[in-house]
């Protein structure tokens, strides 16, 4: 069965940096393309990266320029790194990947961003 953990969420004051993994199992990693999304209290989910199986990103507009998707195949693992942090990106991260038109999701990590 498919499983995505994330992990590497925590407190940040404002201008800082984070990396967050997800790591997937139970799907054939290097043929899909996973994203991220993120939900911020009393808010909808929303996009926020998604990379191709051909190491294409995407970006919601929100977070160009600050904001890193990459890859690791031979860990079946997403990363998103962000840097320049505001309060604004607080939220709960989500992984997600969709096989046979299921998508599947992670627990979430939680980023917060305060002073």
């Known amino acids: 069965q498919v499983q995505l953990v994330e992990s590497g969420g925590g407190l940040v004051q404002p201008g800082g940096s984070l990396r967050l993994s997800c790591e997937a199992s139970g799907i054939d990693f290097q043929i899909y393309g996973p994203a991220w999304y993120r939900q911020a209290p009393g808010k909808e989910r929303k996009f926020v990266a998604r990379?191709?199986?051909?190491?294409?990103?995407n970006y919601a507009d929100s977070v160009k320029g600050r904001i890193t998707i990459s890859r690791d195949n031979a860990r079946n693992t997403v990363y998103l790194d962000m840097t320049n942090l505001k309060p604004e990106d607080t939220a709960v991260y989500y992984c997600t990947m969709t096989t046979c038109g299921r998508p599947y999701w992670g627990q979430g990590t939680q980023v917060t961003v305060s002073s």
């Open positions: 990379i191709s199986n051909t190491d294409i990103p």
